[in-house]
């Protein structure tokens, strides 16, 4: 009984149980399912993109940031058109350089994208109107005849001559400056007025206060600003002692140059007030 436990014992221990492991392949559907997953989202950015909604999104977002713009920068003369990312500015500017100015807002309102703020234009046109010109003057009446004025005196005639040389002489190296815009005179061209109403106290007649402009802004409102700082200088000159009735103040705009409009320094040349005496 013991010799059979035994053997029974010890052919347990040197049976080995074989265990066999079949490799299977996984399904391939799940693969073809994440891959149309991600084909389709791709699809529905495309077709968002290239749909009218994601046109509308865009024009809504760029006409409202640029129109904000404009707004806060007291712009609010200024019509925005939108196709696209394309803006188109148009108004009628109240000054020079307004339109400028609103060109280069627009060129840098930012919209808010998926990838943070972008510049919400491309492209961005200013279309501004200009002020209408002025009817042309009524035809003057002819003159009325007259007897011929007498020569003036030679002592007169020097003593003007000699006005306009010191007039003249005074601008030549400096200019009155004024607030840049405005007819407002600024401070440090009141040394230049005590000499200039000194040398105007000699003149044996009138004398006219020319102001001139250069060409930028628009024609009227050069026009108007070159009489409004022709009549500072004349009330500046009365203030300083000159009888009223021997200035006259006349403005002439952009029509007489000293030099090209086409540079800066030209352009300086141009702003300018000049003093003539009468005969």
Avoid at 3 to 15: D, E, F, K, L, M
Avoid at 87 to 97: E, F, H
Avoid at 104 to 120: D, M, N, R, V
Wanted: aromatic share 6%.
């Amino acid at each position: 009984m013991v010799s059979n436990a035994a053997t029974y014992t010890a052919q347990r221990a040197v049976t080995t149980t074989r265990r066999f492991f079949v490799r299977r392949d996984p399904p391939v559907w799940p693969f073809v399912w994440r891959g149309l997953l991600s084909a389709l989202g791709l699809a529905a950015l495309a077709w968002f993109a290239l749909s009218p909604f994601a046109r509308d999104w865009v024009e809504t977002a760029v006409r409202q940031q640029t129109r904000a713009d404009l707004d806060a920068a007291g712009l609010q003369w200024v019509d925005v058109e939108v196709s696209g990312q394309n803006v188109l500015l148009s108004g009628r500017p109240p000054q020079a350089g307004a339109g400028e100015r609103a060109v280069q807002l627009a060129w840098a309102s930012s919209c808010p994208t998926w990838i943070g703020p972008q510049l919400c234009a491309v492209d961005v046109q200013g279309r501004f109107a200009t002020a209408a010109a002025p009817p042309p003057p009524a035809a003057p009446p002819p003159p009325a005849k007259v007897e011929a004025a007498p020569t003036p005196a030679p002592a007169a005639r020097i003593a003007a001559v000699a006005c306009e040389q010191a007039l003249a002489g005074l601008l030549s190296g400096t200019r009155i400056l004024f607030a840049s815009g405005r007819a407002e005179i600024r401070s440090d061209s009141n040394a230049l007025l005590d000499k200039l109403a000194a040398a105007a106290r000699g003149c044996p007649a009138k004398v006219r206060i020319e102001g001139h402009t250069d060409k930028l802004g628009t024609e009227p409102f050069n026009q108007a600003l070159s009489t409004a700082r022709a009549a500072a200088v004349r009330d500046a000159l009365i203030a300083r002692g000159l009888a009223p009735d021997r200035l006259i103040a006349e403005g002439f705009g952009t029509t007489r140059p000293r030099a090209d409009n086409a540079s800066a320094s030209g352009r300086a040349a141009n702003r300018r007030i000049e003093l003539r005496p009468l005969d």
